[in-house]
């Protein structure tokens, strides 16, 4: 994977990501794509 500003994302925070999805609490998400990249995309 390619990076604009060559900084990866602490493995911690995909990890949440992963586990957040994996959860109860994102039964209700559903074609979406979730950035982990630490408030870099904003709208």
């Known amino acids: 994977m390619a990076y ?3 900084n ?3 493995s911690r ?3 949440a990501a ?3 999805l994996a959860s109860e ?3 209700w998400i ?3 794509t979730l ?3 630490g408030g870099k995309i904003m709208l």
Request: hydrophobic share 50%; glycine share 4%.
């Open 4 to 6: 604009r500003d060559r």
């Open 8 to 10: 990866i994302p602490p």
């Open 13 to 15: 925070d995909v990890a």
């Open 18 to 20: 992963a586990l957040f």
């Open 25 to 27: 609490a994102s039964s």
């Open 30 to 32: 559903t074609g979406v």
């Open 35 to 37: 950035d982990v990249a």
